[in-house]
């Protein structure tokens, strides 16, 4: 069936690096392709989002990368701060959205 | 204007008893999901509505779970007989797919269920 693979499932880095998370969709039909920020007993919200017909699409320190042909995408944060720490989802949705399990991250001070 | 709402915002129940969980989704989102998380894990979808079409079910865990959407807005998931695996929060989401495309899910705040 349809899934969505996401690595690394936790991520440390040092406050000022930068973060990749990567994600791999299995369903063709898949055309809009966002990423979900949870903080600690908090709602899952949106972060950014990319659509199947662009590359890349970035907002102030945080970017998105799309390859269709190989079906990955991937979450770029820029000089990250402690408060970037949270679970971040990825997901693909065609006619049906499927979440990638999550990448724990955390800033270090 | 007004988010996802669900309720209660806490649930404790006794092993075997039957609980409900409502959703109120954003008003004029025609597609509302249901996922499962437990603590320190990821969103397990349970069930998806979309408009009038039938409902994909296919995350249930069981035939002790189910939900119905009265109207085309508000939602409600029964865990019959509940078991101690059955504690978790219960989030709810609601979309605009008026345009025929995905969009953002707006997710309520959920329900923390914890069976005794």
């Known amino acids: 069936g349809e899934n969505v693979e996401q690595h690394p499932s936790t991520l440390s880095v040092q406050e000022g690096d930068s973060a990749v998370i990567k994600c791999t969709y299995s369903?063709?039909?898949?055309?809009?392709f966002p990423w979900y920020k949870q903080e600690l007993g908090k709602r899952p919200q949106l972060i950014i989002d990319i659509r199947s017909n662009v590359g890349e699409k970035k907002d102030q320190r945080i970017a998105v990368t799309l390859n269709k042909t190989a079906k990955h995408f991937s979450l770029h944060i820029t000089e990250t701060q402690p408060e970037d720490s949270a679970v971040y989802f990825c997901a693909g949705a065609g006619l049906k959205t499927i979440f990638g399990a999550g990448t724990r991250l955390f800033v270090k001070a | 204007g007004a988010g996802v709402s669900q309720s209660p915002s806490n649930k404790v129940t006794e092993k075997g008893k039957d609980v409900e969980l409502r959703c109120d989704p954003i008003?004029?989102?025609?597609?509302l999901y249901w996922y499962r998380q437990s603590l320190g894990q990821g969103l397990e979808f349970l069930i998806y509505?979309?408009?009038?079409?039938?409902?994909?079910k296919s995350g249930l865990p069981s035939d002790r779970f189910s939900a119905e959407r009265t109207g085309g807005s508000v939602s409600t998931l029964t865990i019959q007989r509940t078991q101690q695996e059955d504690s978790a929060v219960y989030l709810c989401?609601?979309?605009?797919?008026?345009?025929?495309?995905?969009?953002?899910?707006?997710f309520g705040p959920g329900t923390r269920l914890t069976v005794t």
């Open positions: 989401a609601s979309s605009d797919t008026s345009l025929a495309l995905p969009y953002e899910q707006y």
């Open positions: 369903d063709s039909a898949s055309n809009y």
């Open positions: 509505f979309q408009g009038n079409s039938a409902p994909d």
């Open positions: 008003s004029g989102h025609t597609a």
